[in-house]
């Protein structure tokens, strides 16, 4: 019984990795397929090719991301750009949805920008409770004054943080608060090594073992009597 026991966790600790990855790989390439739907029925690869390929929809959709992309980096392009902003921008409703939307995927996807670019140590919720934070920018004008102003405000010389504390194992949720700057730790792992450890909830260490299960499980097989 016990060789079974460690047969069937042996398995899954193979079999779930694999099928988490499958499972993900499948609903992008599937998702991204739908994009040959803005093509016209007699362009779609499946009428002129007879036969269903999965992963084109991938292809083509990266082919027209290329293709925004090289158009929006000239001249011509960029005036389209800005008349296509500019038109969305008169749109009542739409003007409040996409200024907003345009503002963080200028902030996350620029070069320059630097949401995300740090994984900070907070006290969270409370104080003596540390979690992982990734640092977004810092307060300003109105809101400042406010936290400023708030008894024990900080002074001149210690600034605050605006910062996502994502959640676990799902990071796309979580929570936006302002720290002050003293209070907050700015951590050398990579963002992606911190996304890793969130992911994991806590499984899986920056610089330690990258199969914690084995490494557990290397001491008690040395200790067994050959």
């Known amino acids: 019984m016990p060789s079974l026991r460690k047969w069937l966790f042996s398995g899954l600790l193979v079999l779930v990795p694999l099928i988490i990855t499958l499972w993900v790989l499948e609903w992008v390439v599937s998702t991204l397929d739908q994009t040959l739907n803005i093509l016209p029925l007699s362009w779609h690869p499946d009428q002129l090719l007879g036969m269903h390929i999965p992963g084109l929809g991938v292809l083509f959709a990266l082919l027209v991301v290329l293709s925004i992309g090289a158009l929006a980096s000239n001249i011509i392009g960029y005036k389209l750009v800005h008349w296509w902003h500019a ?4 749109i009542p409703v739409v003007r409040s949805i996409y200024s907003g ?4 995927s200028d902030t996350l996807f620029s070069e320059k920008g630097n949401a995300f670019r740090k994984a900070l140590l907070v006290q969270w919720p409370h104080e003596g409770m540390w979690t992982i934070a990734f ?6 004008g109105d809101v400042l004054r406010q936290l400023q102003a708030q008894p024990g405000g900080a002074s001149a010389a210690d600034d605050f943080y605006s910062v996502f504390v994502p959640t676990t194992p799902n990071p796309t949720g979580g929570y936006f608060v302002m720290v ?10 990579s ?3 911190a996304l890793t450890y969130i ?3 806590g499984v899986i260490v920056p610089g330690g073992p990258k ?4 490494a557990v499980a290397a001491p008690e ?6």
């Open 87 to 90: 038109l969305l921008h008169r």
């Open 101 to 104: 939307v345009k503002q963080v």
């Open 135 to 140: 640092l977004t920018g810092a307060p300003a």
């Open 180 to 189: 002050r700057k003293s209070a907050c730790v700015e951590l050398q792992m």
């Open 191 to 193: 963002v992606d090594a």
């Open 199 to 201: 992911v994991s909830m």
């Open 211 to 214: 199969n914690p299960a084995m």
């Open 221 to 226: 097989a040395t200790s067994q009597p050959s």
